[in-house]
């Protein structure tokens, strides 16, 4: 233990790791400590108690990711203290709230952040670059946010639900597009 750099407590056993960390820390006190325990709130309760450097919780890191992963539109996550990134790509939808909507108001601070859009010829755009480029339907967005940002854009980005019967829309140089109508009956 004199020669250690630090120390990893990862066993699938709290107790065993809770134990190997306050022995380590018994032997040598600047030891720096990682910690992996179950809980989220015992994980940051322990990290105060005992000065432990890095205490995280394997399942509040796991459980965004695991449930973002089952909507399909998340890539990835980053791990920010105990906080959760989440990393999206999401796909404008015809009459969507966010079609053709500016893509510089979609800026939310401290919720959710576009840093890329990909139009439907496959043309990647930096975010910063296009922020004047008007959203249309079948652009995808990366985006980086939290899980309620994440899922407000999610929600902006689909169609309604309703059938409602809709004006054709005209994209560019395309053929204006007329929506089906509702069956009546």
């Known amino acids: 233990m004199a020669n250690c750099r630090a120390l990893l407590a990862l066993t699938a056993n ?3 790791n809770l134990e190997a960390a306050l022995v380590g820390r018994s032997i040598r006190p600047d030891l720096p400590v990682v910690l992996r325990l179950f809980d989220g709130d015992f994980a940051d309760r322990i990290q105060r108690a005992f000065d432990i450097n890095t205490s995280r919780s394997v399942s509040y890191l796991a459980a965004p ?17 105990r906080h959760v990134l989440l990393i999206g790509e999401i796909t404008i939808e015809p009459y969507s709230e966010l079609e053709n909507q500016v893509l510089a108001t979609l800026r ?3 919720e959710a ?34 899980r309620r940002g994440l899922a407000r854009m999610i929600s902006e980005a689909s169609a309604p639900a309703e059938s409602v019967e809709r004006a054709p829309i005209v994209l560019q140089d395309y053929l204006p597009f007329e929506p089906p109508r509702p069956r009546e009956g």
Not at 65 to 81: E, K, N, P, R, Y
Not at 120 to 141: E, V
């Open 14 to 16: 709290d107790a065993t």
């Open 65 to 81: 990711s695991f449930a973002s992963h089952m909507l399909g539109q998340v890539t990835d996550t980053i791990a920010i203290g």
């Open 108 to 110: 939310r601070p401290n």
């Open 113 to 146: 952040w576009v840093v890329e859009v990909t139009n439907r010829d496959g043309q990647r755009l930096l975010a910063s670059a296009a922020s004047g480029r008007r959203l249309q339907r079948a652009d995808r967005l990366l985006v980086v946010a939290t």
